[in-house]
Nanobody, 117 residues
Framework: QVQLVESGGGLVQPGGSLRLSCAASGRLDGLVTMGWFRQAPGRQRELIGFVSKVGVSKYLESVEGRFFISRNNATNTIFLQMNNLKPEDTAVYYC???????????WGQGTQVTVSS
């Protein structure tokens, strides 16, 4: 079992910044990727990006250059730095991990990000 605890969401004005955190604990020896998804009302959940042993993946096109994913390996924490936020970034943001041995995946509880003036 893997537990994911997210923090950092909230209300921000357009152009503002937020930093999300996701701390992973439990059976992490088979950890392959840690990443972020988001789901806006009435839309499908979409992948923002992820971190693996080889580095950070390509980002969702709509956030490229504004969102940045980083990871603290010592604390098994992943971060999502979101800059120049736009109203269309409003969504519930989810932390996600892929595990092997056996193959499995886990989701965080989700954190609401609202961009509004």
């Amino acid at each position: 079992q893997v537990q994911l605890v997210e923090s950092g969401g909230g209300l921000v004005q357009p152009g503002g910044s937020l930093r999300l955190s996701c701390a992973a604990s439990g059976r992490l020896d088979g950890l392959v990727t840690m990443g972020w998804f988001r789901q806006a009302p009435g839309r499908q959940r979409e992948l923002i990006g992820f971190v693996s042993k080889v580095g950070v993946s390509k980002y969702l096109e709509s956030v490229e250059g504004r969102f940045f994913i980083s990871r603290n390996n010592a604390t098994n924490t992943i971060f999502l730095q979101m800059n120049n936020l736009k109203p269309e970034d409003t969504a519930v943001y989810y932390c996600h991990v892929n595990i092997i041995g056996p193959v499995d995946e886990y989701w965080g509880q989700g954190t609401q990000v609202t961009v509004s003036s």
